[in-house]
Nanobody
């Protein structure tokens, strides 16, 4: 599975940013896609994920109500709408895809910087 993320950049606190990720390769019908992030000196953490069947979503507590994950199964795309961004959201964001019964496949990461 190959993943290509885009949409990172510099944004002021309180601003918004949208991330996109396209997946290709051996993608099972049953999978989850989503986003992790890793800030300098910190461990990678799951930000949000969404399942291919039913669109069940999971969010990190600190982004609930500010971030929205969505996907387009016909295009093998996953999106992350980020609003009310805070400096602590600054990190490299990695999209992932997990086929049923497999480990995560990772994209290359896109940097999100929230700063005035």
């Amino acid at each position: 599975v190959q993943l290509q993320a885009s949409g990172g950049g510099l944004v002021q606190p309180g601003g918004s940013l949208n991330l996109s990720c396209s997946a290709s390769g051996n993608i099972f019908r049953i999978n989850s896609m989503g986003w992790h992030r890793q800030a300098p000196g910190k461990q990678r953490e799951l930000v949000a994920s969404i399942t291919s069947l039913g669109g069940r979503t999971t969010y990190l507590d600190s982004v609930t109500g500010r971030f929205t994950i969505s996907r387009d199964n016909s295009k093998n795309m996953v999106y992350l709408q980020m609003t009310s961004l805070k400096p602590e959201d600054t990190a490299v964001y990695y999209c992932h895809l997990r086929n049923l019964g497999s480990d995560n496949s990772w994209g290359q990461g896109t940097l999100v910087t929230v700063s005035s």
